[in-house]
């Protein structure tokens, strides 16, 4: 008897949560008929490059368990690899992604340019933060999917906090000769923003001045953090949410500095297809990467959410918190050429 | 003058001959139809690529038509130029480099006394199976220029605050491309070594000339063909390699063509561009081979060949030591240092904390194996590729040797040349052939393992025709004339005498290719496609996003399955395999 | 018409005719020989007969079916012959026994009476001892032993042989030489034999072909080739031979120094002029006198040279009348001194006029 009143006992909090569960379970009108007609269409195809695999897959698995009956494909794969598959499909005519997420919304601006996306305004469009909504499509052919914030970072062995740089001029400082690590405009997107950010605020000079401080230039964006955790060098430009994973999962020696001069913001790109084989599929799932479910998996790997009011990770400061900067899309695209090869005659590589 | 005439009336021979008609299909074996077939394959293999990548040089990319706008973007910049001399330069001082760790190992190992020949042996071995992006990473851990181990070692012993060693600079590209490729150069000198017959040595010997002195002055000049082609290997190895160059070479800003060419595919893709600046690259590699051929014609080398003769070892006394440093040296550069900082960081939660027991875990290998799908898709790409590459590389050199070496066709020696010419191509630009000619519609490969199997298939034709040819050469076409007059067709002499014979030569070459395909970088940087992956892609991906804990592992892996098959390979073979001539 | 037919044969490579104009018939069972110095042509046309090249004019017959002509031929397999090469070619990833049932095998022949015949053959060569050893553990007399019974078992219409003994040491080779000459007085398999070797020749053939510079000089049986070689080079490459030069007249042939009555010549002599004649060491004896004038012909003159060989007396003999020299062979017991005059007796019916 003891046993069955212990199990009931065990049950009743579970039931509880498949309640609360339940409750989250409950969709909009709108999201039922688009549930209802994706179901027809039985999946989705995602092609991504934001993420890693196992993200990406995680992602789906959420979405999988809220829409059950529509199953979600991820193809992962790096910007460039994805981007010409899907220019590829476009040419060949038969296009299978559903729905295409990239770090370099440069790329959406020529698919859309080309005519391959189709418009689209989800209904969680309302419910995300300010900022990050704005920097998407202003006729709604993409939404942000995510941001990864360009920030400094420093060894806390060899750096004590007041030592560490305040802003990103401070890397032309020549007490950091030797010392600092920046990536390469040509093989990273977000480093070419950067590079065209640190352009418009300072003038070339910035990077004359900083070249001979002798920076260590990585072909990943992640090069820098993994310099400054290894010591290497002792500051680096570096994405936020790698830092703050190291530091806080595997307590590296590494932490963040917001730059006074703004922290850039490469947002990351989401858009369906027009010619999508799942339309409705791709639109459900759009959504739902506006939704309470992806916001709090970002929040959880030190991403910001996209959706507001929704708890950051511990340690996250707040978007608004601190100064941000971004590179409007089209501008990007036209000033990054002329700034690649600027970098290249200055640096040698 | 007297006729003669025989006394057998021979008037049955003043009748003309009768006409003979051979029916078309008798004379048109199956064999030959076959013949033909490969001779397609050829052409679709190395041909096309070839020819598209030429063509796609002067195409203009938006209009289509002719230009030659391409090569005044790939050269018209003087930095473009740099990086093209940059390669050259630093493929010969690899070269010497490889001459340096090779040539005295090669000696010691085959004519010397010294001790630990074997362990030397299965050492240089190891650095033929260890991926050079792989050795490249672990130098990196022990050479970075602030926290490097070695550099942390010297500056705790002396307290200097200049680096002793810095990884990122142009020494550090040309030793790990270095350690990466010498292994080649050890087995064709080694193989050349063990053909000289001791007599000529003792001549010297006679006339008062030392060891040393006798190894300078006869010894190696014998093996100069060898030396010179294994030279030439690796000049062109050092150039084509993607994967050292992409660790190593833009933090030294040392701009090098494989750079270059990435940088023509990435965004925007200008694929007419990167064809154009491939170009001189082939031209320069065909020159070379054009100079080694000539050197070696007009020195009137003769082959060595038959047995070698009696092989006496040279004696070295008390510099037998000396020798076995500096082959230990050789060996730790190229092996155990970077293996060994792989493998710790490959156990290690954070490879930069150290040694330490809860620095220690198996969460790596777990998450390589049972949650990263990339990776197990990746282990099982590139092992199912390098199977795939061997054998179909395998079998198609073989008949095609076999039809070089019989003389089947009136071209052959077209067959031939074509079998040995991606050689001249490197793994890079070979790749950017075969997305220009089968990435796109209407063959549309692009991002399946096919076309990855095809350009495997196509960069290890070569080897795996000179071991085939190597092999049908060895066996007398008498062997095979007995079959057919006893009433077997030649696929009948292939499948009973050919085949059995050369099963040994074969499964060498296998694993030659094998190796190295596991581990090809270059080749499949620019092909992988969305679904499609392989491990040296995804080692790359791994420290593109900072896991380099997990890419220890995920290399290790791979490594320990090369090892495996390495080791069935070798049992199979016997133990000798590689090492020494069997 | 039955057996090997060679109907005006012809090879060429480039500017060069291997072989030209080759007429030869060989009856079936019968055991021809080609005989001839390197270069002369016959592994060329021993390869024409076994398929594995084409003449360039001229065809091969085989019982009738022809099987080589310029416009084509019948592939090495289909011909159903049978050849024992230089190299013997014996596999070495097969046993003795898989090496001559091989044959057997290709043709689906039931296995009991695959291993039947295997038995038998390898007993005929005495090899059934070895039946399972692999060819690297035996020796070349034994090899040679395995090709030839290899290619015997499969009952060939004809069996080439190329050089098949020039691998082995003097004295195998004799041991070898009456091997296959048994096995064809055994079978009568109708054989084509390639040799330089007129020992070879002379012991195990019917007939000889004797080959030089791509043609057929002369074909006969072995003592007819000897005793009547037609032309210069069959006499000098059969045996050694003296050459002289002479000029044929109504009744008699004038050499210097003497001349022969026309009827005592075993030939028929056509034609007047200069004509050359071989005359055989044997077919001369030195005597201390003159003998009977009617049945030899008596040269006066002297030894020049002496040579002991051991079962002959090599002698080099001048004579007085015309300052001709002749190698003479002698028995042992006929012993002259150097410098010692002598009578030459040449018997007239062993004169052999030749064509030049």
Not at chain 1, 308 to 326: F, H, I, Q, W
Not at chain 3, 121 to 126: A, G, N, P, Y
Not at chain 3, 191 to 219: C, F, K, P, W
Request: charged letters at 20%; hydrophobic letters at 45%; one cysteine or more.
């Amino acid at each position: 008897m003891k046993h069955v009143f212990a199990h009931m006992a065990g049950i009743v909090p579970a039931l509880m949560l498949a309640a609360g569960l339940a409750g989250a379970a409950e969709m909009t009108d709108s999201e039922k008929q688009l549930y209802e007609a994706a179901k027809k269409e039985g999946s989705v195809t995602w092609y991504v490059s934001q993420t890693t695999t196992e993200f990406a897959d995680g992602m789906c698995n959420l979405f999988e368990k809220r829409y059950s009956g529509v199953e979600c494909n991820v193809v992962r794969a790096s910007g460039q690899v994805i981007f010409q598959r899907l220019v590829q499909e476009l040419q060949a005519g038969a296009v299978q992604g559903d729905v295409m997420s990239t770090n370099d919304d440069g790329q959406m601006l020529q698919l859309k340019e080309q005519g391959a996306l189709a418009q689209y305004a989800p209904e969680n469009l309302k419910d995300m933060v300010p900022v990050l909504r704005d920097m998407a499509d202003k006729e709604n052919y993409w939404i942000t999917s995510g941001v990864s914030p360009l920030v400094i970072a420093y060894n806390t062995k060899l750096v004590t906090e007041a030592e560490a740089p305040k802003n990103w001029s401070d890397f032309t400082d020549p007490k950091w000769k030797g010392q600092v690590a920046i990536g390469h405009p040509s093989f990273s997107g977000s480093v070419g923003l950067w590079t065209i950010l640190m352009n418009d605020l300072y003038g070339w000079d910035f990077f004359e001045k900083l070249e001979k401080n002798a920076p260590q230039i990585g072909r990943s964006v992640a090069d820098g953090h993994n310099l400054v955790v290894s010591g290497e060098r002792k500051v680096a430009l570096a994405p936020l949410p790698l830092i703050l994973s190291d530091s806080i999962l595997k307590k590296s020696p590494i932490a963040v500095v917001y730059p006074t001069d703004g922290a850039l913001l490469p947002p990351s790109a989401t858009a369906i297809m027009k010619d999508a084989p799942h339309p409705n599929a791709a639109r459900l799932f759009e959504n739902f990467l506006l939704g309470p479910e992806i916001a709090e998996y970002f929040a959880k790997d030190y991403r910001y959410p996209l959706r507001a009011g929704v708890p950051l990770a511990e340690g996250m400061r707040p978007l608004d918190s601190y100064t941000t900067k971004s590179v409007e899309t089209s501008e990007g695209i036209k000033k990054l050429p002329e700034i690649q090869e600027k970098f290249r005659d200055t640096f040698g590589i | 003058m007297t006729s003669v005439s025989d006394t057998d009336a021979m008037s049955w021979s003043k009748d003309e001959p009768a006409k003979v008609r051979v029916p078309w299909h008798q004379r048109l074996q199956p064999a030959n139809l076959l013949w033909l077939f490969l001779a397609g394959i050829l052409v679709v293999l190395i041909i096309a690529p070839m020819w598209t990548l030429v063509v796609s040089s002067f195409t203009d990319a938006k209009t289509g038509g002719w230009t030659l706008h391409n090569y005044v973007e790939a050269y018209g910049k003087e930095r473009h130029i740099t990086a093209l001399t940059n390669t050259l330069k630093m493929g010969a001082a690899v070269v010497v480099l490889k001459l340096l760790f090779g040539v005295p190992l090669a000696w010691a190992c085959t004519r010397t006394d010294m001790p630990g020949r074997n362990f030397v042996r299965y050492s240089v071995f190891g650095a033929f199976i260890m991926p050079p992006y792989l050795a490249g990473v672990g130098w990196i851990l022990l050479a970075g220029p602030n926290t490097g181990w070695i550099n942390k070692i010297w500056h705790s012993l002396t307290g200097a605050t200049e680096p002793l060693v810095n990884v990122f600079s142009f020494g550090g590209l040309v030793l790990v491309t270095a350690i990466g490729g010498f292994f080649l150069v050890f087995v064709l000198v080694s193989s050349a070594f063990e053909m000289i017959n001791s007599e000529m040595e003792d001549a010297a010997n006679i006339l008062g000339a030392g060891p040393f002195k006798t190894a300078m002055k006869v010894t190696f000049p014998l093996v100069m063909p060898a030396i010179i082609g294994a030279a030439l290997l690796s000049f062109l190895g050092a150039i084509a390699l993607y994967g050292v160059p992409a660790l190593i070479s833009i933090p030294a800003r040392y701009p090098v063509v494989v750079i270059q060419l990435t940088e023509f595919f990435s965004f925007p893709l200008r694929l007419e561009v990167a064809a154009a600046y491939s170009i001189p690259l082939l031209l320069i590699t065909a020159a070379l081979l054009g100079l080694q051929k000539l050197i070696l014609r007009r020195k009137g080398y003769v082959a060595v060949s038959g047995k070698g003769g009696e092989r006496r070892i040279v004696k070295l006394g008390r510099w037998r030591w000396m020798l076995f440093a500096y082959c230990m040296i050789v060996v730790s550069l190229a092996v155990i240092m970077p293996l060994f900082v792989l493998l710790l960081a490959a156990f290690s939660q954070s490879w930069t904390t150290g040694f330490s027991l809860d620095n220690f875990t198996l969460s790596n290998f777990h998450y390589v194996l049972f949650e990263h799908s990339s990776s197990q898709k990746a282990l099982i790409g590139s092992v199912g590729l390098g199977i795939a590459a061997a054998t179909v590389a395998i079998v198609l050199a073989l008949f095609i040797a076999y039809i070089v070496q019989r003389k089947l066709l009136p071209f052959s020696g077209v067959l031939a040349f074509l079998a040995v010419s991606p050689y001249v191509v490197p793994g890079i630009v070979l790749a950017i052939g075969f997305y220009a000619a089968y990435a796109l519609p209407p063959v549309a490969l692009y991002g399946t393992y096919m076309i990855l199997a095809l350009a495997f298939i196509t960069r290890f034709l070569p080897i795996a025709f000179t071991t085939s040819s190597a092999g049908v050469r060895s066996i007398h076409p008498e062997m095979e004339e007995a079959v057919r007059i006893l009433g077997g067709g030649r696929t009948t002499a292939i499948r009973h005498v050919v085949g059995p014979l050369l099963k040994r030569t074969l499964a060498g070459g296998w694993l030659l290719i094998f190796v190295p395909a596991a581990q090809e970088l270059s080749t499949a940087i620019f092909l992988v496609g969305p679904t499609t992956r392989v491990v040296s892609v995804v080692l790359l991906d791994l420290s593109e996003e900072g896991e380099l804990e997990k890419l220890a592992a995920l290399g290790s892996l791979l490594l320990i399955i090369i090892v495996a098959v390495v080791a069935l390979g070798m049992r199979y073979l016997g133990r000798d395999f590689m090492l020494r001539r069997s | 018409m039955d057996g090997l037919v060679l109907r005006k044969l012809g090879r060429r490579f480039g500017a060069v005719d291997a072989v030209l104009d080759f007429d030869l018939q060989i009856k079936p069972g019968e055991f021809v020989s080609l005989l001839g110095p390197s270069g002369c042509g016959k592994t060329t046309t021993l390869r024409m007969i076994a398929g594995f090249i084409d003449p360039t004019s001229g065809s091969i017959e085989l019982d009738g079916k022809i099987l080589s002509a310029p416009s084509g031929s019948v592939p090495p397999e289909k011909r159903g012959m049978s050849m024992i090469f230089q190299s013997y070619a014996i596999w070495p990833n097969m046993t003795v026994a898989e090496n001559v049932a091989f044959g057997l095998n290709l043709r689906k022949l039931p296995a009991d009476e695959v291993k039947k015949r295997v038995g038998a053959v390898l007993e005929t060569v005495r090899m059934s001892h070895l039946a399972d050893r692999y060819p690297a553990e035996l020796s070349g007399g034994q090899q040679q032993r395995v090709a030839l019974a290899r290619a015997v078992v499969i009952r060939p219409a004809v069996l080439l042989l190329d050089e098949p003994l020039s691998n082995l040491d003097a004295n195998l080779r004799e041991e070898m030489r009456f091997e296959i000459k048994r096995m064809h007085d055994e079978f009568k398999i109708t054989s084509v034999y390639v040799t330089h070797d007129q020992g070879e020749a002379m012991v195990t053939s019917d007939r000889i072909a004797v080959m030089n510079n791509g043609r057929l000089e002369q074909i006969d049986t072995p003592y007819a080739l000897y005793s009547r070689p037609k032309t210069r080079f069959v006499a000098s490459f059969i045996g050694r031979t003296n050459f002289l030069s002479g000029n044929r007249g109504n009744s008699m042939i004038d050499f210097a120094g003497f001349s022969v009555p026309l009827g005592m010549i075993g030939e028929e002599v056509t034609g007047g002029g200069p004509i050359t004649v071989s005359i055989r060491p044997q077919a001369m004896k030195l005597s201390a006198t003159e003998i009977a004038k009617d049945k030899a012909i008596n040269l006066p003159g002297s030894v020049k040279q002496s040579s002991f060989l051991g079962e002959t007396w090599d002698y080099v003999f001048q004579s007085r009348d015309g300052g001709l020299q002749f190698r003479v062979a002698a028995p042992p017991a006929d012993v002259f001194p150097v410098g010692a005059p002598a009578w030459l007796q040449i018997d007239p019916a062993q004169i052999v006029p030749i064509a030049d």
